[in-house]
């Protein structure tokens, strides 16, 4: 099983491009914080980063709402591929394929309204402003 749970926080904004079929693809970078087992050490916390890639419907929405510095659950299956960098060395880079992308950067800080969405939600119909849908006892399967 090849599955990734990251939380982290978006390096730079979200770049949106559409292939030549016309999906449409988002690309962007979350950087995860490591965890120390002394946390007296000061300075610049040590973080991982990953390349993230959204695509179709949870692409759109991503460029839409998120934003460099923004809070991002992400679910994916992830691969590891190798490059020559500019000075000659080989590096390695983590590439995400995201299946669920959740928002989690309250509204009050994103400074909009940022609906919080995955991949399995975007199918639903929207709630109404109040967030509640009324439901009728009768769909209920119990």
Do not use: H
């Not at 979350?30 to 610049?44: E, K, L, P, Y």
């Not at 994916?76 to 983590?94: C, E, H, K, P």
């Amino acid at each position: 099983m090849n599955k990734l749970f990251i939380i982290g926080n978006l390096t730079r904004d979200p770049e949106l491009r559409t292939t030549s079929s016309g999906i449409q693809v988002c690309s962007f970078t979350v950087a995860v914080n490591r965890r120390r087992a002394n946390s007296a050490d000061a300075g610049q916390p040590e973080a991982d980063f990953f390349r993230v890639t959204a695509w179709r419907q949870l692409a759109d929405i991503c460029a839409k709402y998120l934003a460099k510095g923004r809070k991002v659950s992400v679910v994916g299956s992830v691969s590891v591929s190798t490059y020559t960098g500019n000075d000659g060395q080989t590096r390695a880079t983590l590439e995400v394929t995201a299946d669920d992308i959740e928002f989690l950067t309250p509204r009050s800080e994103a400074g909009e309204s940022v609906p919080m969405m995955s991949a399995p939600q975007m199918n639903r119909n929207p709630a109404p402003q109040g967030g509640y849908v009324q439901v009728d006892e009768e769909e209920l399967p119990f």
